[in-house]
Protein backbone atom coordinates (compact mmCIF):
# COMPACT_ATOMS: atom_id res chain seq x y z
CA UNK A 1 0.00 0.00 0.00
CA UNK A 2 2.81 2.59 1.17
CA UNK A 3 4.27 2.03 -2.11
CA UNK A 4 1.72 2.07 -4.49
CA UNK A 5 0.47 5.28 -2.99
CA UNK A 6 4.32 6.75 -3.18
CA UNK A 7 4.00 5.81 -6.66
CA UNK A 8 0.66 7.60 -7.29
CA UNK A 9 2.46 10.57 -5.23
CA UNK A 10 5.22 10.33 -8.09
CA UNK A 11 3.01 10.11 -11.00
CA UNK A 12 1.06 13.30 -10.04
CA UNK A 13 4.78 15.05 -9.20
CA UNK A 14 5.77 14.59 -12.90
CA UNK A 15 2.65 16.14 -14.10
CA UNK A 16 2.93 19.14 -12.03
CA UNK A 17 6.97 19.06 -12.91
CA UNK A 18 6.22 19.17 -16.21
CA UNK A 19 3.77 21.48 -16.22
CA UNK A 20 6.20 23.62 -14.36
CA UNK A 21 9.09 23.05 -17.20
CA UNK A 22 6.98 24.49 -19.58
CA UNK A 23 5.35 27.47 -17.69
CA UNK A 24 7.06 30.44 -18.19
CA UNK A 25 7.91 29.76 -21.81
CA UNK A 26 4.67 30.78 -23.64
CA UNK A 27 2.96 34.08 -23.73
CA UNK A 28 0.02 33.30 -25.10
CA UNK A 29 -3.26 33.57 -22.92
CA UNK A 30 -5.52 30.62 -23.93
CA UNK A 31 -2.95 27.56 -23.68
CA UNK A 32 -4.52 24.86 -21.08
CA UNK A 33 -3.91 22.32 -23.90
CA UNK A 34 -0.56 23.00 -24.23
CA UNK A 35 -0.08 22.60 -20.60
CA UNK A 36 -2.09 19.12 -20.55
CA UNK A 37 0.68 18.56 -23.09
CA UNK A 38 3.38 20.01 -20.72
CA UNK A 39 1.73 17.60 -17.87
CA UNK A 40 1.62 14.20 -20.33
CA UNK A 41 5.43 15.39 -21.08
CA UNK A 42 5.95 15.48 -17.39
CA UNK A 43 4.38 11.86 -17.10
CA UNK A 44 6.07 10.09 -19.76
CA UNK A 45 9.81 11.25 -18.30
CA UNK A 46 8.50 10.53 -14.54
CA UNK A 47 7.36 7.06 -15.61
CA UNK A 48 10.76 5.31 -16.59
CA UNK A 49 12.09 6.66 -13.28
CA UNK A 50 9.39 5.16 -11.39
CA UNK A 51 10.01 2.61 -13.12
CA UNK A 52 13.51 1.86 -12.74
CA UNK A 53 13.11 2.31 -8.83
CA UNK A 54 10.35 -0.33 -8.91
CA UNK A 55 12.52 -2.30 -10.45
CA UNK A 56 15.57 -2.04 -8.31
CA UNK A 57 13.30 -2.63 -5.22
CA UNK A 58 11.63 -5.83 -7.12
CA UNK A 59 15.44 -6.60 -7.62
CA UNK A 60 16.28 -6.20 -3.72
CA UNK A 61 13.96 -7.97 -2.86
CA UNK A 62 14.16 -11.13 -4.97
CA UNK A 63 17.88 -11.23 -4.14
CA UNK A 64 17.07 -11.63 -0.69
CA UNK A 65 17.74 -14.55 1.26
CA UNK A 66 13.87 -13.95 3.59
CA UNK A 67 11.75 -12.21 1.30
CA UNK A 68 9.23 -11.51 3.89
CA UNK A 69 11.42 -9.76 6.16
CA UNK A 70 13.23 -7.88 3.16
CA UNK A 71 9.50 -7.18 1.87
CA UNK A 72 8.47 -5.62 5.66
CA UNK A 73 11.68 -3.30 5.74
CA UNK A 74 11.03 -1.88 2.17
CA UNK A 75 7.98 -1.29 3.04
CA UNK A 76 8.85 -0.04 6.74
CA UNK A 77 11.35 2.53 4.29
CA UNK A 78 8.07 3.52 2.41
CA UNK A 79 5.99 4.37 5.21
CA UNK A 80 9.04 6.79 6.62
CA UNK A 81 9.24 8.24 3.04
CA UNK A 82 5.31 8.89 2.62
CA UNK A 83 5.04 10.47 6.71
CA UNK A 84 7.65 13.11 4.97
CA UNK A 85 5.89 14.00 1.51
CA UNK A 86 2.35 13.72 3.29
CA UNK A 87 2.29 16.51 4.91
CA UNK A 88 3.78 18.67 2.02
CA UNK A 89 1.42 17.14 -0.76
CA UNK A 90 -1.80 18.55 1.64
CA UNK A 91 -0.21 21.96 1.85
CA UNK A 92 0.23 21.87 -1.94
CA UNK A 93 -3.39 20.81 -2.58
CA UNK A 94 -4.81 23.50 0.30
CA UNK A 95 -2.85 26.04 -1.67
CA UNK A 96 -3.86 25.25 -5.09
CA UNK A 97 -7.35 24.85 -3.93
CA UNK A 98 -7.50 28.16 -2.68
CA UNK A 99 -5.52 29.26 -5.91
CA UNK A 100 -7.99 27.39 -8.43
CA UNK A 101 -11.33 28.21 -6.72
CA UNK A 102 -10.86 31.29 -4.10
CA UNK A 103 -10.88 34.73 -5.01
CA UNK A 104 -8.09 36.36 -6.53
CA UNK A 105 -6.75 37.65 -3.52
CA UNK A 106 -6.89 34.54 -1.44
CA UNK A 107 -5.31 33.10 -4.96
CA UNK A 108 -2.20 35.52 -4.12
CA UNK A 109 -1.56 34.29 -0.54
CA UNK A 110 -1.75 30.78 -1.68
CA UNK A 111 0.72 31.51 -3.98
CA UNK A 112 2.41 34.09 -1.69
CA UNK A 113 2.69 32.22 0.97
CA UNK A 114 2.06 28.52 -0.36
CA UNK A 115 2.58 27.52 -3.77
CA UNK A 116 5.80 30.12 -4.35
CA UNK A 117 7.60 28.58 -1.36
CA UNK A 118 6.31 25.15 -1.51
CA UNK A 119 8.60 24.73 -5.32
CA UNK A 120 11.21 26.01 -3.54
CA UNK A 121 11.02 23.40 -0.69
CA UNK A 122 10.15 20.43 -3.24
CA UNK A 123 13.81 19.51 -3.73
CA UNK A 124 14.88 19.67 0.05
CA UNK A 125 11.50 17.65 0.85
CA UNK A 126 12.46 15.37 -1.75
CA UNK A 127 15.78 14.86 -0.21
CA UNK A 128 14.35 14.39 2.89
CA UNK A 129 12.03 11.46 2.32
CA UNK A 130 14.92 9.78 0.68
CA UNK A 131 17.25 9.98 3.80
CA UNK A 132 14.46 9.30 5.85
CA UNK A 133 13.57 5.99 4.12
CA UNK A 134 17.34 5.13 3.99
CA UNK A 135 17.73 5.47 7.49
CA UNK A 136 18.70 2.79 9.36
CA UNK A 137 18.18 0.24 6.20
CA UNK A 138 20.50 -0.44 3.92
CA UNK A 139 18.16 -1.94 1.50
CA UNK A 140 16.03 0.98 0.83
CA UNK A 141 18.98 3.21 0.14
CA UNK A 142 19.35 2.34 -3.69
CA UNK A 143 15.37 2.39 -3.98
CA UNK A 144 15.18 5.37 -2.53
CA UNK A 145 18.16 7.17 -4.28
CA UNK A 146 17.18 6.26 -7.43
CA UNK A 147 13.32 7.29 -6.56
CA UNK A 148 14.78 10.60 -5.67
CA UNK A 149 16.76 11.39 -8.16
CA UNK A 150 14.24 10.40 -10.88
CA UNK A 151 11.80 12.67 -9.05
CA UNK A 152 14.51 15.37 -9.45
CA UNK A 153 15.39 15.26 -12.69
CA UNK A 154 11.37 15.41 -14.31
CA UNK A 155 11.35 18.99 -14.76
CA UNK A 156 14.75 20.01 -15.98
CA UNK A 157 14.62 17.18 -18.16
CA UNK A 158 11.39 18.05 -19.82
CA UNK A 159 12.16 22.02 -19.77
CA UNK A 160 16.05 20.93 -21.87
CA UNK A 161 14.03 18.64 -23.86
CA UNK A 162 10.52 20.57 -25.18
CA UNK A 163 11.02 24.32 -23.49
CA UNK A 164 14.72 25.49 -23.97
CA UNK A 165 13.48 28.23 -25.79
CA UNK A 166 10.29 30.34 -25.65
CA UNK A 167 7.09 28.63 -27.51
CA UNK B 1 23.34 52.51 -2.83
CA UNK B 2 21.90 52.95 -6.41
CA UNK B 3 19.72 50.29 -7.27
CA UNK B 4 20.22 49.32 -10.77
CA UNK B 5 17.92 46.73 -13.32
CA UNK B 6 20.14 45.45 -15.90
CA UNK B 7 17.26 45.71 -18.83
CA UNK B 8 17.01 49.41 -18.25
CA UNK B 9 20.73 49.89 -18.72
CA UNK B 10 21.44 47.18 -21.85
CA UNK B 11 18.96 48.87 -24.43
CA UNK B 12 19.13 52.58 -25.21
CA UNK B 13 17.64 54.53 -27.66
CA UNK B 14 18.02 58.51 -29.00
CA UNK B 15 14.68 59.90 -27.52
CA UNK B 16 14.03 61.97 -30.08
CA UNK B 17 14.28 59.82 -33.35
CA UNK B 18 13.95 56.74 -31.04
CA UNK B 19 16.60 55.26 -32.96
CA UNK B 20 18.30 52.41 -30.95
CA UNK B 21 21.77 53.13 -29.62
CA UNK B 22 25.17 50.61 -29.57
CA UNK B 23 25.46 49.93 -26.09
CA UNK B 24 28.95 49.71 -24.34
CA UNK B 25 29.01 46.08 -22.48
CA UNK B 26 31.97 47.16 -20.44
CA UNK B 27 29.83 50.71 -19.38
CA UNK B 28 27.09 48.49 -17.92
CA UNK B 29 29.22 46.33 -16.25
CA UNK B 30 31.26 49.77 -14.66
CA UNK B 31 27.85 50.88 -13.88
CA UNK B 32 26.52 48.00 -12.10
CA UNK B 33 30.03 47.56 -10.29
CA UNK B 34 29.84 51.11 -9.17
CA UNK B 35 26.65 50.78 -7.68
CA UNK B 36 28.10 48.05 -5.43
CA UNK B 37 26.02 45.13 -7.26
CA UNK B 38 28.21 42.47 -8.11
CA UNK B 39 26.05 40.01 -8.94
CA UNK B 40 24.41 42.39 -11.39
CA UNK B 41 28.08 43.38 -12.78
CA UNK B 42 28.45 39.24 -13.67
CA UNK B 43 25.20 39.27 -14.93
CA UNK B 44 26.04 41.82 -17.57
CA UNK B 45 29.74 40.60 -18.01
CA UNK B 46 28.51 37.53 -19.55
CA UNK B 47 26.25 39.16 -21.99
CA UNK B 48 27.37 38.66 -25.84
CA UNK B 49 29.12 41.48 -27.69
CA UNK B 50 30.99 42.21 -30.71
CA UNK B 51 34.77 42.95 -31.19
CA UNK B 52 34.37 46.67 -30.45
CA UNK B 53 32.48 45.81 -26.93
CA UNK B 54 28.94 46.50 -27.88
CA UNK B 55 26.28 44.17 -26.75
CA UNK B 56 24.68 42.11 -29.73
CA UNK B 57 21.11 44.28 -29.94
CA UNK B 58 20.16 40.68 -31.64
CA UNK B 59 21.00 38.77 -28.31
CA UNK B 60 19.75 41.07 -26.57
CA UNK B 61 16.06 41.13 -27.71
CA UNK B 62 16.23 37.58 -27.83
CA UNK B 63 17.03 37.41 -23.94
CA UNK B 64 14.60 40.60 -23.02
CA UNK B 65 11.77 38.44 -24.46
CA UNK B 66 12.79 35.55 -22.62
CA UNK B 67 12.78 37.34 -19.43
CA UNK B 68 9.67 39.02 -20.27
CA UNK B 69 7.97 35.84 -21.04
CA UNK B 70 8.56 34.28 -17.80
CA UNK B 71 7.49 37.47 -16.27
CA UNK B 72 4.13 37.24 -17.82
CA UNK B 73 4.00 33.76 -15.57
CA UNK B 74 4.20 35.96 -12.66
CA UNK B 75 1.49 38.41 -13.54
CA UNK B 76 -0.81 35.34 -14.46
CA UNK B 77 -0.15 33.79 -11.13
CA UNK B 78 -0.93 37.18 -8.97
CA UNK B 79 -4.09 37.32 -11.53
CA UNK B 80 -3.52 40.96 -12.46
CA UNK B 81 -5.81 40.70 -15.25
CA UNK B 82 -8.84 39.88 -12.26
CA UNK B 83 -7.04 42.81 -10.46
CA UNK B 84 -6.93 45.26 -13.02
CA UNK B 85 -10.67 44.55 -14.07
CA UNK B 86 -12.09 44.95 -10.84
CA UNK B 87 -11.09 48.82 -10.78
CA UNK B 88 -11.29 49.34 -14.93
CA UNK B 89 -14.68 47.80 -14.98
CA UNK B 90 -16.78 49.75 -12.06
CA UNK B 91 -14.00 53.43 -13.83
CA UNK B 92 -15.41 52.12 -17.26
CA UNK B 93 -18.63 52.25 -16.37
CA UNK B 94 -18.92 55.75 -14.44
CA UNK B 95 -16.85 56.93 -17.47
CA UNK B 96 -19.57 55.80 -19.91
CA UNK B 97 -22.48 57.20 -17.75
CA UNK B 98 -20.83 60.77 -17.37
CA UNK B 99 -20.47 60.73 -20.96
CA UNK B 100 -17.37 61.85 -20.79
CA UNK B 101 -15.08 60.76 -23.27
CA UNK B 102 -14.88 61.91 -26.48
CA UNK B 103 -15.12 59.18 -28.95
CA UNK B 104 -14.77 55.00 -28.35
CA UNK B 105 -13.43 54.41 -24.73
CA UNK B 106 -10.10 54.02 -25.69
CA UNK B 107 -7.47 51.90 -22.35
CA UNK B 108 -3.87 52.26 -23.08
CA UNK B 109 -1.11 50.32 -21.39
CA UNK B 110 1.76 52.02 -20.92
CA UNK B 111 5.69 50.65 -20.93
CA UNK B 112 3.22 47.01 -21.72
CA UNK B 113 6.22 45.06 -22.33
CA UNK B 114 4.90 41.95 -24.08
CA UNK B 115 1.39 43.19 -23.69
CA UNK B 116 -0.25 40.45 -21.31
CA UNK B 117 -2.27 43.10 -19.33
CA UNK B 118 -3.94 43.92 -23.01
CA UNK B 119 -4.02 40.69 -24.09
CA UNK B 120 -5.36 39.34 -21.18
CA UNK B 121 -8.29 42.32 -21.21
CA UNK B 122 -8.58 41.44 -25.38
CA UNK B 123 -8.83 37.72 -24.52
CA UNK B 124 -11.35 37.66 -21.58
CA UNK B 125 -13.30 40.29 -22.81
CA UNK B 126 -14.30 42.00 -19.63
CA UNK B 127 -14.23 45.56 -20.35
CA UNK B 128 -16.98 45.23 -23.27
CA UNK B 129 -16.90 45.28 -26.75
CA UNK B 130 -16.55 49.70 -27.18
CA UNK B 131 -13.50 49.75 -25.42
CA UNK B 132 -10.07 49.78 -27.88
CA UNK B 133 -7.27 48.42 -26.23
CA UNK B 134 -3.29 49.21 -27.16
CA UNK B 135 -0.19 48.75 -25.49
CA UNK B 136 2.65 50.96 -25.79
CA UNK B 137 6.32 50.41 -25.44
CA UNK B 138 9.41 51.62 -26.23
CA UNK B 139 11.38 48.36 -26.98
CA UNK B 140 10.59 47.42 -30.58
CA UNK B 141 11.52 44.02 -29.55
CA UNK B 142 8.79 43.24 -27.15
CA UNK B 143 6.19 45.46 -29.00
CA UNK B 144 6.73 43.43 -32.15
CA UNK B 145 6.47 40.07 -29.87
CA UNK B 146 3.64 41.74 -27.95
CA UNK B 147 1.55 41.81 -31.55
CA UNK B 148 2.91 38.53 -32.76
CA UNK B 149 0.97 37.09 -29.64
CA UNK B 150 -1.45 38.78 -30.39
CA UNK B 151 -1.95 38.06 -33.72
CA UNK B 152 -1.18 34.09 -32.64
CA UNK B 153 -4.53 34.36 -30.53
CA UNK B 154 -6.73 36.77 -33.08
CA UNK B 155 -7.20 39.18 -30.02
CA UNK B 156 -8.96 42.31 -30.75
CA UNK B 157 -6.01 44.97 -29.81
CA UNK B 158 -2.80 46.60 -30.64
CA UNK B 159 0.59 47.29 -30.05
CA UNK B 160 2.66 49.96 -31.25
CA UNK B 161 5.91 51.97 -30.52
CA UNK B 162 6.09 54.62 -28.12
CA UNK B 163 7.72 56.46 -24.99
CA UNK B 164 6.01 57.41 -21.71
CA UNK B 165 6.91 60.73 -21.71
CA UNK B 166 5.57 61.86 -25.35
CA UNK B 167 2.57 59.76 -25.74
CA UNK B 168 1.69 59.42 -29.10
CA UNK B 169 -1.21 57.34 -28.44
CA UNK B 170 -4.67 59.30 -26.50
CA UNK B 171 -6.86 57.21 -24.00
CA UNK B 172 -9.55 57.17 -21.84
CA UNK B 173 -7.96 55.67 -19.54
CA UNK B 174 -3.89 54.74 -18.88
CA UNK B 175 -2.92 51.89 -17.31
CA UNK B 176 0.44 50.45 -16.27
CA UNK B 177 1.54 47.37 -14.45
CA UNK B 178 5.34 46.98 -13.26
CA UNK B 179 6.51 50.56 -14.56
CA UNK B 180 6.28 53.32 -12.39
CA UNK B 181 9.43 52.26 -10.00
CA UNK B 182 11.48 52.19 -12.99
CA UNK B 183 11.48 56.30 -13.28
CA UNK B 184 12.43 58.36 -10.65
CA UNK B 185 12.25 61.90 -9.25
CA UNK B 186 11.39 64.22 -11.95
CA UNK B 187 11.08 61.58 -14.22
CA UNK B 188 8.14 60.02 -12.50
CA UNK B 189 6.52 63.14 -12.28
CA UNK B 190 7.07 63.45 -16.04
CA UNK B 191 5.62 60.29 -16.73
CA UNK B 192 2.02 61.30 -14.74
CA UNK B 193 2.10 64.98 -16.64
CA UNK B 194 2.49 63.54 -20.06
CA UNK B 195 -1.25 61.70 -19.35
CA UNK B 196 -2.96 64.02 -18.45
CA UNK B 197 -4.24 65.10 -21.81
CA UNK B 198 -7.94 66.72 -22.20
CA UNK B 199 -9.50 63.50 -23.89
CA UNK B 200 -8.17 61.21 -20.65
CA UNK B 201 -10.94 60.88 -17.76
CA UNK B 202 -8.45 58.51 -15.02
CA UNK B 203 -5.21 56.64 -15.16
CA UNK B 204 -4.41 53.49 -13.39
CA UNK B 205 -1.27 52.12 -12.95
CA UNK B 206 -0.36 48.97 -10.67
CA UNK B 207 3.13 48.62 -9.01
CA UNK B 208 4.84 46.48 -6.46
CA UNK B 209 3.20 47.76 -3.37
CA UNK B 210 6.53 49.08 -1.03
CA UNK B 211 5.97 46.77 1.80
CA UNK B 212 8.91 45.35 3.98
CA UNK B 213 7.93 42.22 2.87
CA UNK B 214 8.17 42.36 -0.53
CA UNK B 215 11.98 42.21 -1.18
CA UNK B 216 11.76 39.10 0.48
CA UNK B 217 8.62 37.33 -1.61
CA UNK B 218 10.23 39.16 -4.91
CA UNK B 219 13.33 36.88 -3.86
CA UNK B 220 11.50 33.82 -3.36
CA UNK B 221 8.99 34.23 -5.67
CA UNK B 222 11.16 34.94 -8.38
CA UNK B 223 14.08 31.94 -7.47
CA UNK B 224 11.04 29.69 -7.42
CA UNK B 225 9.76 30.79 -10.91
CA UNK B 226 11.99 32.57 -13.03
CA UNK B 227 15.00 30.68 -14.53
CA UNK B 228 17.02 33.98 -15.94
CA UNK B 229 19.39 34.83 -13.85
CA UNK B 230 18.73 38.58 -15.18
CA UNK B 231 14.85 37.95 -14.85
CA UNK B 232 15.66 37.24 -10.82
CA UNK B 233 18.06 39.79 -10.75
CA UNK B 234 15.91 42.73 -11.72
CA UNK B 235 12.97 41.13 -10.02
CA UNK B 236 13.81 41.73 -6.62
CA UNK B 237 15.49 45.27 -7.75
CA UNK B 238 11.83 45.71 -8.91
CA UNK B 239 10.77 45.50 -5.48
CA UNK B 240 13.40 47.32 -3.61
CA UNK B 241 12.98 49.96 -5.99
CA UNK B 242 9.36 50.30 -5.30
CA UNK B 243 7.79 53.44 -4.87
CA UNK B 244 6.10 54.10 -1.42
CA UNK B 245 2.36 55.36 -1.40
CA UNK B 246 3.31 58.70 -0.86
CA UNK B 247 6.01 59.20 -3.49
CA UNK B 248 3.22 57.90 -5.91
CA UNK B 249 0.90 60.34 -4.63
CA UNK B 250 3.02 63.77 -4.97
CA UNK B 251 4.26 62.44 -7.98
CA UNK B 252 0.48 61.64 -9.76
CA UNK B 253 -0.30 65.53 -8.55
CA UNK B 254 1.63 66.52 -11.54
CA UNK B 255 -1.45 65.39 -14.18
CA UNK B 256 -2.86 68.16 -13.94
CA UNK B 257 -6.89 68.35 -13.46
CA UNK B 258 -6.89 64.48 -11.97
CA UNK B 259 -7.06 63.63 -8.11
CA UNK B 260 -4.74 61.13 -7.25
CA UNK B 261 -5.45 57.91 -5.08
CA UNK B 262 -4.40 55.07 -3.91
CA UNK B 263 -6.36 51.40 -3.80
CA UNK B 264 -5.44 49.65 -1.31
CA UNK B 265 -2.58 51.75 0.13
CA UNK B 266 -0.34 50.36 3.02
CA UNK B 267 -2.39 49.80 6.22
CA UNK B 268 -5.67 49.15 4.08
CA UNK B 269 -4.71 46.02 2.53
CA UNK B 270 -3.16 42.64 3.58
CA UNK B 271 0.14 42.58 2.21
CA UNK B 272 0.13 38.70 1.60
CA UNK B 273 -2.78 39.17 -0.58
CA UNK B 274 -1.97 42.67 -2.44
CA UNK B 275 1.60 42.48 -3.81
CA UNK B 276 0.77 45.14 -6.27
CA UNK B 277 -1.66 48.08 -5.68
CA UNK B 278 -2.50 51.28 -7.95
CA UNK B 279 -2.12 54.86 -7.78
CA UNK B 280 -5.05 55.76 -9.65
CA UNK B 281 -5.83 59.30 -10.99
CA UNK B 282 -9.33 60.40 -11.81
CA UNK B 283 -11.35 63.54 -12.99
CA UNK B 284 -13.13 65.19 -10.03
CA UNK B 285 -16.40 64.83 -11.37
CA UNK B 286 -15.78 61.02 -11.26
CA UNK B 287 -14.78 60.58 -8.13
CA UNK B 288 -18.20 60.23 -6.07
CA UNK B 289 -19.79 58.46 -9.21
CA UNK B 290 -16.92 56.15 -8.52
CA UNK B 291 -16.97 55.39 -5.12
CA UNK B 292 -20.74 54.94 -5.65
CA UNK B 293 -19.92 52.21 -8.31
CA UNK B 294 -17.30 50.41 -6.60
CA UNK B 295 -19.62 50.03 -3.29
CA UNK B 296 -18.36 50.79 0.48
CA UNK B 297 -16.10 47.67 0.89
CA UNK B 298 -14.27 48.54 -2.18
CA UNK B 299 -14.45 52.15 -1.95
CA UNK B 300 -13.16 52.28 1.52
CA UNK B 301 -9.78 50.81 0.12
CA UNK B 302 -9.46 53.98 -1.81
CA UNK B 303 -7.60 56.75 0.05
CA UNK B 304 -6.38 60.20 -1.73
CA UNK B 305 -4.71 63.35 0.48
CA UNK B 306 -7.88 64.76 2.69
CA UNK B 307 -6.41 68.12 1.24
CA UNK B 308 -7.18 66.78 -2.43
CA UNK B 309 -10.65 64.99 -1.39
CA UNK B 310 -12.05 68.37 0.45
CA UNK B 311 -11.05 70.50 -2.83
CA UNK B 312 -13.16 67.88 -5.16
CA UNK B 313 -16.08 67.77 -2.93
CA UNK B 314 -15.90 72.21 -2.07
CA UNK B 315 -16.02 72.01 -6.18
CA UNK B 316 -18.74 69.63 -6.01
CA UNK B 317 -21.03 71.14 -3.60
CA UNK B 318 -20.24 74.67 -5.22
CA UNK B 319 -21.60 73.19 -8.74
CA UNK B 320 -24.67 71.54 -7.49
CA UNK B 321 -25.14 75.02 -5.58
CA UNK B 322 -24.92 76.68 -8.38
CA UNK B 323 -27.13 74.28 -10.58
C1 LIG C 1 9.17 45.80 -15.90
S1 LIG C 1 8.64 46.04 -17.53
C2 LIG C 1 6.88 45.82 -17.33
C3 LIG C 1 6.26 45.26 -18.56
C4 LIG C 1 4.79 44.92 -18.46
N1 LIG C 1 4.00 46.06 -18.16
C5 LIG C 1 4.57 43.80 -17.47
O1 LIG C 1 3.89 44.00 -16.46
O2 LIG C 1 5.06 42.69 -17.71
C6 LIG C 1 8.81 47.78 -17.84
C7 LIG C 1 8.51 48.12 -19.29
O3 LIG C 1 8.50 49.55 -19.44
C8 LIG C 1 9.05 49.85 -20.71
N2 LIG C 1 9.51 51.24 -20.70
C9 LIG C 1 10.53 51.76 -19.98
N3 LIG C 1 10.65 53.08 -20.25
C10 LIG C 1 9.68 53.40 -21.15
C11 LIG C 1 9.29 54.59 -21.79
N4 LIG C 1 9.92 55.74 -21.57
N5 LIG C 1 8.25 54.55 -22.64
C12 LIG C 1 7.59 53.39 -22.88
N6 LIG C 1 7.92 52.23 -22.29
C13 LIG C 1 8.95 52.23 -21.43
C14 LIG C 1 10.16 48.83 -20.88
O4 LIG C 1 10.51 48.66 -22.24
C15 LIG C 1 9.52 47.59 -20.28
O5 LIG C 1 8.85 46.83 -21.25
Redesign the pocket.
Known amino acids: MNAFLLAALALVDAAFAGFRAYTGRDGRIRKTRRALLAARRGLAVGVPGLLLSTAVAVSLLFGAADRVARYAELDAAAHRMLLCYAPYAAVVVLSLACYLWGPFRAGTLAVVVGLGPLTLLRPLVVLAGALAAAWGSLPAAPVSAVAAVGVLLVEPAVHRRWYAEPV | MQLLEI ?2 LV ?1 DHDPGTRERLPVRRGDVVARLTAAGDRSGARIAAGLACDDAGHLDPLAVDRRLVAV ?1 TE ?2 RL ?1 EELR ?1 GDRIAELLGPLLAVIRAAGSADGPLRVV ?6 G ?2 VRWLAASGVLGPDVDLVG ?4 AA ?1 VREAERLARAEGLPCRFVR ?4 ALDEPATVYV ?4 LH ?2 RGSDLDAFFAAQATRGTAAFCHFDIAATGLAPIGAWVFHRARMRDPLGRH ?1 GVM ?1 ARRAHDDDTLLTAAAHADGLVPLMYEPRGRSNPFCTTLRPVIGVRPELLSPLRAALGPGPSGRLVGRADAEAAVRREASAGGGAG
Open positions: SDVHLQSLDVGCGLYLVDFNLGDAFSTGVHFDS
